[in-house]
């Protein structure tokens, strides 16, 4: 109490004075061992759980970054999409990328895989891994993972000069791809098992981006379904039937409507094209409650929300109608809305880091 005491006292015009500026660097200095110390996986029970750390689109957001879900089941954690910014927005949510084991990808599009490059390297710089991090993908994912591992490979190259093998093996720097076939409509194969965690993929309507998947995610009784952009899916439905918790991307076309006519009102023709075509392959969050009633799951999270929604108000009509298409429980995710399933539990519990 004494420390910050003194440290309130101080105005930042007399920081320089010794006193107050030790005390600041002692501050600092515990704040770090604190955050290098703390396991966000260890402090969870055993279950499965969904840290968002990107849960916006590609338009820029102050709540939410570009698309990127980490799922915890047991010490196991994995990455689904990693939009640009998830390395930092994980390590902010006390999650840092050397935890990552993993990343699954839904599809290509830039805004879910942009941020590949630097989780690879903060997980390898950071981390003793002597394997490069897995991406797992439909076919195709190659063609990703050899674009990261080119655009990186100079990188890595004076990282391992500067800092030596022992703690940047090459070894283990970059990607690599583990490629499935693109599931066909019914199909869900198992790409990733290991004990009691199952991750299952299945096909998603974003023509004409194709393939594009979900995932279903077991884990000791506790289950998860992850849409990744899609139009409503008769599909998804299908294979999302009875998961504890469904996340389901989400387009407002009423707001997006707006953004195109002010795109049209100040003659950007690009944008007022963009605006258009992205409504046919997006679900709207009715649809999306749509499909978790259909699909009969305990709990909605409406995630890569497009478009931005940065006062309450827009929130408040980016989900009018889900009430009555859907009568669970539903949140809009943020960056840093977590859902815990505790294994041996029903309970759902939300929580924001």
């Known amino acids: 109490m004494r420390r910050i005491s003194i440290l309130l006292a101080c105005g930042s015009a007399l920081l320089v004075?010794?006193?107050c500026r030790g005390v600041v660097l002692d501050l600092m200095r515990d704040r770090v061992v604190e955050n290098m110390r703390f396991d966000l996986p260890a402090s969870l029970p055993d279950g499965l759980h969904v840290l968002v750390c990107g849960a916006g689109g590609p338009l820029p957001d102050a709540k939410r970054t570009s698309t990127c879900l980490a799922v915890i089941a047991g010490d196991t954690v994995l990455l689904v999409d990693a939009g640009a910014g998830s390395a930092r927005s994980l390590a902010l949510l006390g999650l840092p990328p050397t935890r990552i084991e993993r990343v699954l990808l839904t599809h290509f599009?830039?805004?879910?895989?942009?941020?590949?490059?630097?989780?690879?390297?903060?997980r390898w710089a950071g981390g003793d891994w002597q394997e490069p991090l897995a991406v797992h993908g439909p076919?195709?994912?190659?063609?990703?993972?050899e674009g990261f591992n080119l655009a990186y490979r100079?990188?890595?190259?004076?990282?391992?000069?500067?800092?030596?093998?022992?703690?940047?093996?090459?070894?283990?720097?970059?990607?690599?791809?583990a490629a499935f076939p693109a599931p066909g409509k019914g199909q869900a194969p198992v790409v990733f098992e290991r004990g009691d965690l199952r991750v299952i993929a299945f096909s998603v309507d974003h023509a004409p981006v194709v393939p594009a998947v979900g995932y279903r995610i077991e884990y000791r009784g506790r289950s998860i379904a992850i849409s990744g952009d899609t139009a409503k899916s008769?599909?998804?439905?299908?294979?999302?039937?009875g998961v504890d918790v469904l996340f389901h991307e989400a387009l407002s076309r009423e707001l997006v409507g707006v953004v195109h006519e002010a795109a049209t009102e100040v003659g950007d023709a690009n944008l007022a094209k963009i605006t258009m075509d992205i409504l046919d392959y997006h679900a709207s969050p009715v649809?999306?409650?749509?499909?978790?009633a259909e699909a009969q799951v305990g709990?909605?999270?409406?995630?890569?929300?497009?478009?931005?929604?940065?006062?309450?108000?827009?929130?408040?009509i980016y989900v009018e109608g889900v009430r009555e298409a859907y009568d669970g429980p539903f949140e809009v995710a943020v960056n840093g809305t977590l859902v815990s399933l505790p294994a041996g539990s029903?309970?759902?519990?939300?929580d924001e880091r």
């Open 287 to 292: 649809e999306a409650a749509e499909s978790a």
């Open 299 to 316: 709990a909605l999270v409406l995630y890569h929300v497009v478009p931005p929604l940065p006062i309450g108000a827009l929130e408040r």
């Open 109 to 122: 599009h830039s805004d879910h895989i942009d941020g590949l490059g630097e989780v690879a390297t903060l």
């Open 234 to 241: 008769a599909n998804l439905i299908a294979h999302a039937r």
């Open 346 to 350: 029903d309970e759902i519990e939300f």
């Open 139 to 145: 076919e195709g994912v190659e063609q990703v993972v």
């Open 17 to 19: 004075l010794a006193g």
């Open 154 to 177: 100079q990188d890595q190259s004076y990282r391992t000069a500067h800092h030596g093998e022992a703690v940047t093996p090459p070894a283990a720097a970059g990607l690599s791809a």
